[in-house]
DNA sequence: GTGGTCTAGACCACA
DNA sequence: GTGGTCTAGACCACG
C-alpha cells in the first residue's frame, strides 16, 4: 500500500522504476554476499509484503535479475542465486 | 477529431483552451458537490469518450485541477476529489 | 496446520477427507440456495482463511464440485454456482 | 473477452500458455514474410482487441519476440520487425 | 506454498 | 495514441 519501504533515495538518479529499484536492491544483498549462491530468495509473496508492492513488480523485478544472470528460478521451487554469481 | 462534444457553453468564456474548459467543468461538478472530496473522478478513457477530447487534453486537464488543490492522483488507482474540497 | 477450523460437524461423516468435507460443506449450500446460480464462489485463498485449510484441499474441494456438475470454473476469473445448479 | 480467436488448435501439442500462441502466430506471419523488415506489428491495444486477450499477455507475447530478436520495440512509437529478421 | 499465467484497468512518459 | 509501469487479485501447475 505505501509505495515502498526501500531506502529513501538521496540521489537524484532514482527516477528508476520501482521493479528497477527493487531489482537493484537484491543485487546488491547478492553482490554483497548477504545472499549466497544457491541460497533461495525471499518469495515473491515475501517480497510484496516488505516492501509493499503489487506482484507484478517482484516479477518485473525477477525477470531482471535473470535477465542479469544473477538468479535462477525454479517452477515450484523457489529463486535462487545463481552459482556463478 | 478532438472538435469539442463538451456540453454546449453558453458562457463568453469558450475561448479557452479545450483542457481548461475540461478542468472548469469538472471543478464546477466538485464545488457543486455532484463529485464529493475522497470520491474518484471518471477514468481519463473515459472522460475522453464522454467529451470527445484526445488522452493529452484529459492529462492537461487533471493537471489543472491537481495544481488548484482540487484533486489528488494516486499512482495506478485514479484521481480523487481533494478531502478539503 | 492444516487442522480442520471447519465448523463443528455433528454428523458421523467425519471421516471423510477434508476436502470432501469441504466439497460437501459448498455443496449443501449451494443446495440450500445460499449460493445461487451465477454466483461466485468464495476465492481459494478465502476458503483456505475461513477454513484454515490449506489451498490444495481447497482445489480438490473445487475440482470436486466441477465434477460433480455444480460450479464452473472461469480463467482468471473464478469459480460460479452452475446454472443449473 | 473470448478466450482466443487464435486459430483452433488441433495439435495435441498445444498447452502452451496464450501467450506464447500469440507470440507463435505473429513469428510465423514474420518468418512468412506477411510482416517485413522494419515495418510496424499491430498495437498492443489492436492485438488485445483482434485476439480477445488481456494487455498484459500481449506484452508477455511481444517480450517473447524481442528475447528471439524477431522484433524491436521503440517507446511511444511502436514495435517494428527486426531489420535482419 | 512456490512460481506461472491471465484478467481488468488505472496512470505515466513520450512523440 | 504508442509503449511503460503499477495495482489487485483471480486460477493453474508443480512439488
Do not use: W
Request: with cysteine; proline share 8%.
Amino acid at each position: 500500500m505505501c509505495v515502498s519501504t526501500l531506502p529513501p533515495m538521496t540521489s537524484p538518479l532514482n527516477n528508476l522504476p520501482l521493479y528497477r529499484q527493487l531489482a537493484d536492491l537484491l543485487a546488491k544483498q547478492i553482490e554483497e554476499g548477504k545472499l549466497r549462491p544457491g541460497q533461495p530468495l525471499p518469495s515473491e509473496l515475501h517480497l510484496q509484503q516488505t516492501y509493499g508492492v503489487a506482484r507484478g513488480t517482484v516479477r518485473m523485478a525477477m525477470r531482471d535479475l535473470r535477465d542479469r544472470g544473477l538468479v535462477v528460478t525454479v517452477h515450484a521451487r523457489g529463486t535462487f542465486v545463481a552459482e556463478q554469481g
